[in-house]
Structures are given as structure tokens and as C-alpha cells.
């Protein structure tokens, strides 16, 4: 249910991001997109850092739905861009209810992916009578496996991570607590710095090149169809690689890299401190939500690179153990990305069979 505040129409469009200011330091943008008197989303971004895009719309029917797209603390446009000071896991979760407030909005559902996982299993533990359901996609538990496998120099991916290695500022025997010190480091002061450009740069290549992997993994289990269009967005990021790979040793800052700054700055101020996650409390959200019975459905492509799909398969036993019948276990054939055709197709399925049940 909403509070209806005036008459706006339902938007398609990716509309330009209102503020809500939170303290003294920081200013969180969101967007308001689709039916205004609709089913009402909160969408959670990735990262952390990354922002939220249009792009991520897709498993939405903006004719009836409406989403709630913010920009966390740092990220995409919210204010100071790449600011650390103040932010922290509780303070999102206090930003996203501050919103729902600012909204007047009693209650909404959660599509969440990657990192904004976390967040979300944290909004929905401090605030279960405001969350109907949750779609989570590719969760994220912040291991030393899936951070480390991403920092730490591998000759396992490919000729041209292993031909730029000299650029990456870490070296493959570092312990990973000092790798992310060292890169906090650099990202802390000037983003145009040579050794900060390479590491930024970099880094976007590392996610990439994950990427990449998985993507390629889910063609041989594939459909047709799907292989079809997923060859098309392989192409497409692999272009991206390129570019960027082109420019990975250039000494001159872009525009690109003032945004890359701002990411991985925020990116490694959560990773280095485990997200603000207390050992165990993620398992102790996924039990709340069972003893609440609140409906999730967990959602991991089996190719995954980046987040294990173990990540999402324990969480939904363990929910299922204690409430049967609360967590739904999909495994589409695709990787990490959230735009890969199988698992594009699935958070479709996912969030418009929630908009079923809320007819009901």
C-alpha cells in the first residue's frame, strides 16, 4: 500500500535522481520510475559503489509496477561521490527507510543483486514488517574466496590480465588483508595519480574478466535462442575489455576514471571491513526472514565466477529448513550478470510472480 501524494503518471523513462539529504555529509539520490499507484520495488544496486542504471529495470512491468531505485551512499549520484566518511552498512539501512518514510510507502518488495544482497537480507532484518517479499539474485557472503579471487593476481584468466599484471599494484603472494590495505591506500587521495589510474582501471578489468568467464561457461547449456543472445552480450562486454584494456596503461585520467574512483573507493572502504558484516550475521538475517515468514526467492546462475552459487544454495535450505515452503531455489544457466538472457528471463518470471500473488 501507498499514501497517494499527487497524481504523477506512470514513467518509463529514466528520470533524472531527486536528493535526500542524510545528515551533514552525504545526500542520497534515488529515482522513481513506472506506475506510480503500482506495486511498489525497492531495486538495490551492486558494488558496493557501482549505482543503479536503467538496465536494471528489465524484470519490472513499469505499467503496473513501480520502483524505488536509490543510489547508496558514495555511489552513482549520490553526494560526495566516493565519499567514505560516514558510511557503513547501518547507515544504508537506515538511508533506505528514511526513503520508504520520505515516500510514504507501508510496505514494498526487494530485487537486490551481488552486494545488494547484503543490504537487502540487513533492510529486511531491522525492518521485516516493511519488506512484502525479496528477489535476491547472485548472493554475496563476503569471503576471503570470492574478494581474494577477484583482487589476487591468477594466471588461470586469460593473456591479458596476466600481460597488464605489472600494472596492478598487488602482488599475487599478498596476504588479503594487505592487498586491500594497499589498494585503500591508493584510492584514498588523488584518482589521477598514475599507480591510482592503474589500479581503478584494473580493477574494472578483473570484474570484467570474471564476468567473461562465467558467461562463457553458460553457452555450452544454453538454448538456442539464448546462446544466440548471450553470444551478443559477450560480444559486447568483450568490446568493453578491449577499450578498457587500451587504456589501462594510458597516463592521462578521463572522465571514466573519475568514475571509476569513486567506485572502487567505496569498493574497497566496505571490502576491507567485511561489508560492516559481523561473522554469522548473515546466516541470522536468512533465519529471521524464515521465522517471519517472509517469501525470498534466491536466484544464482550456475556459472557464476564472482559470488559462489553455494552462497544462495545454503541460505535457501536453511530457510527452507526452518519455514517450508518461504524460499524458492532457481538456477538459471547464465553467470553474474543480471542481464545475461537466462538470468534476465528468470528475475522477470520472479518479480512479475510476486505481482501475481499480490492480486490474490
Known sequence: MTRKINATPASTHWPAPRWLARGALHRIAWRDVGAFSGEPWLLLHGGPGSGCQPGLLAPFDLRRQRVIAPDQRGAGASRPRGGVAGNHLAALVADLEALRQHLGIERWSLLAGSWGTVLALQYAQAHPDRVQRLVLRAAFALTRREIGGLLLPSGRHGKNLRESSGAWPVRAQSPLPAALSRLEQLLQNDAASVTALRAQRGWALREMRDALHGMRRSLRHSSAAQAAMQRRTWAQLQRQQRRAQAQLLRPQAGRADA?????????????????????????????????QRLAVDWVHGRFDAICPPANSARWAQLQRRLAPGSAQWHRPASGHLGHECAMAGCLRDCVQHSALLQKK
Open 259 to 291: 568514475r571509476l574512483w569513486a567506485r572502487y573507493r567505496v569498493q574497497v572502504h566496505y571490502l576491507r571491513r567485511r561489508g560492516f558484516v559481523r561473522p554469522g550475521a548473515q546466516d541470522a538475517a536468512v533465519r529471521q526472514l524464515a521465522l
